[in-house]
């Protein structure tokens, strides 16, 4: 989902206001308040899967909804096919608000069934006993005027004089309107949606249309969806929509269905807009494989929001930008085909969604440019120094939809991933986690995406993970550079904005541009301090550090050493000899450079030794060392020289 703009920031703090005291009447003693608080949060902690419907598969659901946008309200029928994976089934239990009314309980057509409704939980109480693995049936009969939650979880409204009536669930207001199993464990495998509303309007939801059927003053409109499905992104929206639809070309393939239900004053603007969606989903299922659900549709339905929702094949959008299209369809694989496995994991959609937008910049689409769009996120991220991608509080919806950390965060760490592993590894990695057969049309979490990148790459990527999605904050780099000859020195020195990273591993390109050559160099930075060498051909006029943005830092300094080198006298009276060298190094420095910090470093720049020296004359002792190629770096207050070495 995307969240645009300070409206819709405004109308998410007054609903979650609304969210925590939807269910309490007023007139309570704290202490209650407190414990109702307590609850509902333990509820929502660390929230995958509910010990209260974790007994049975969901299999099917039959939703009949009776609704009509001029009225905040829903009457319903659900018949839910489930099998029970524990012994001892006497009741299902489903997850549905308790300001809803149950008006019957039917088990095979016949009823009623005997229920206990509290606390939003729905327990239906069985005839008999079924045994696990045998798949039954239940059908609930409810009605009510539902609380909303979250994001507005149910919504009317109005557009030019027309009422509208739409919902959106994420993450937990499924239960507000009907009685589902409200987990990330199990998806509802297919279900059929109909939608009953005064004959004026039209109703869009998930999958295909099936039937439109006029019945008096009323028309039914049955939806069709055959792929397994989270609550969370079954959704319907009614209004007086006019519809258009438009095709994205496959190779080899049908065309996909774009199917638009638009309000009629945007109409126009809507039909001018809407090639953006092709044009991405061309970019998307040449990069992450087929539209996932390429044998129904791709739709949006236009709602009273300011953002976006990712509903399954029916996306929810109150304008039409290029960005929001991206963004959501991008969900489409990231988010709906692949759900994140827990609310810690929300990056898993929203990181991915925001970065599949940025490569349409990447790609050339839309108005942004792919440099512009990196600086702006890198900038949002480090515009603080702390916080993690993983979402330590799933209890708060806005620490869930962060858009610094769960949005831009996440795409910069999908950068960054890319930029460590290399295009080939990356893309067939991601690919790989899409198709896998535990995961698509599932869930997955962190530690799955990172399995198969690992696969693809051949890379542990521990530690990485550790830093960039555990870890908070990132980092400032100090490259010092100076030149003796035709060999660079390169020495990067780190900072780092928070506490739980001491040090972020990555490969740092630096950019060294100079009369007739211009060569990005990738130093692979394994700790602060680290010197680096290579030949050059010329004088370089400008070094520039990761000129292409792929690095989620800030205040990063470049500064040649040339500026503190040892004035020429003093450099010609520090000898170091002899060179190469068996057993013993002499180093020879004039009193006015004392003390100098001298720092052995190998050719690959690990730092070997490291120690002060006060005297003119020095021994060093090298019979340790292997043989190769050495330098050693003195740091005076005088300034810095580096002294290549050779060890026989
Ligand atoms: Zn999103």
């Not at 729905?122 to 045998?134: A, D």
């Not at 009317?156 to 004089?161: D, L």
């Not at 953006?276 to 996932?292: D, H, K, R």
């Not at 620490?399 to 290399?422: D, E, P, Q, T, V």
């Amino acid at each position: 989902m995307k969240k645009i703009l300070l409206l819709a920031l405004l109308f998410w703090s007054v609903s979650f206001i609304a969210y925590g005291q939807a269910d309490e009447p007023v007139c309570k003693g704290v202490e209650e308040i407190a414990a109702m608080e307590q609850a509902a949060h333990e509820g929502l902690l660390d929230f995958r899967s509910s010990p209260f419907t974790d007994n049975y598969d969901i299999i099917y659901q039959r939703m009949e909804w009776n609704v009509d946008p001029n009225q905040y309200y829903i009457q319903g029928t659900v018949t839910t096919y489930f099998a029970p994976t524990r012994d001892g089934f006497t009741a299902v239990n489903f997850d549905l608000s308790s300001l809803l009314q149950i008006d019957n309980i039917l088990y095979h057509g016949a009823g009623p069934l005997n229920y206990n409704h509290s606390g939003d939980r729905l327990e239906v109480i069985l005839p008999e006993m079924v045994p696990v693995g045998q798949i039954d049936s239940v059908t609930i009969i409810y009605g009510g005027v539902p609380p909303t939650t979250g994001f507005g979880s149910f919504g009317t409204g109005t557009h030019n004089n027309s009422p509208a009536l739409w919902t959106l669930s994420e993450p937990y207001g499924a239960k507000d309107w009907w009685p589902t199993k409200q987990d990330l464990v199990d998806k509802i495998d297919s279900i059929d949606v109909y939608v009953r509303t005064p004959a004026a309007y039209r109703a869009a939801s998930n999958g295909v249309l099936v039937s439109e059927v006029l019945n008096g003053d009323k028309k039914e409109y049955h939806w069709q969806h055959r792929h397994p499905i989270a609550a969370y992104l079954v959704a319907i929206a009614v209004t007086d929509y006019a519809v258009f639809s438009e095709y994205v070309p496959v190779e080899n393939g049908n065309p996909i269905e774009v199917l638009n239900y638009v309000y009629p004053e945007s109409l126009n603007s809507w039909q001018n807009a809407i090639h953006s969606t092709v044009e991405s989903m061309t970019l998307y299922n040449q990069l992450f494989g087929l539209y996932p659900f390429a044998n129904e549709k791709y739709g949006h339905a236009q709602f009273g929001w300011g953002g976006g929702m990712e509903h399954q094949t029916m996306t929810f959008m109150g304008g039409n930008s290029h960005s929001l299209q991206a963004h959501e369809l991008a969900h489409q694989w990231f988010g709906d085909k692949v759900t994140c496995g827990s609310w810690a994991d929300i990056w898993l959609n929203e990181g991915f969604a925001t970065y599949l937008e940025g490569m349409t910049y990447e790609h050339g689409l839309g108005t942004n440019t792919w440099p512009n769009w990196l600086r702006g996120k890198i900038d949002q991220v480090t515009g603080q120094p702390d916080g993690s991608v993983f979402v330590t509080d799933t209890t708060s919806v806005s620490r869930i939809f962060s858009s610094r950390l769960s949005y831009s965060k996440g795409a910069l760490l999908l950068h960054m991933l890319r930029w460590k592993l290399g295009d080939a590894a990356f893309f067939q990695g991601i690919r790989n986690y899409l198709d896998a057969p535990e995961l698509a049309y599932g869930y997955a979490k962190t530690a799955d995406l990172q399995y198969y990148l690992e696969q693809a790459s051949g890379k542990d990527l521990t530690e990485f993970f550790d830093d960039w999605f555990y870890g908070q904050g990132f980092p400032s780099y100090h490259v010092n550079w100076w030149q003796v000859d035709n060999t660079i020195w390169v020495q990067i020195d780190q900072t780092t904005s928070h506490a739980s990273v001491d040090f972020f591993e990555m490969p740092v390109p630096v950019e060294f541009r100079g009369v007739g050559f211009d060569t990005t160099m990738v130093f692979d930075h394994t700790y602060s301090g680290q010197l680096f060498s290579f030949q050059a051909p010329g004088v370089p006029l400008l070094v520039g550090f990761d000129p292409e943005l792929w690095l989620c830092s800030k205040n990063n300094i470049v500064t040649n050493s040339e500026i503190v080198g040892l004035a020429e006298v003093l450099k010609e009276q520090v000898k170091a000899w002899p060179n190469p060298a068996r057993e013993q190094l002499n180093i020879q420095l004039p009193d006015a450079i004392l003390p100098v910090q001298a720092v052995l470093f190998d050719a690959w720049g690990q730092r070997l030794l490291e120690t002060t020296i006060r005297n003119t004359q020095n021994e060093i002792d090298i019979r340790s060392l292997p043989a190769g190629y050495y330098y050693l770096k003195l740091d005076s207050a005088e300034g810095s020289l580096a002294l290549p070495v050779v060890k026989e």
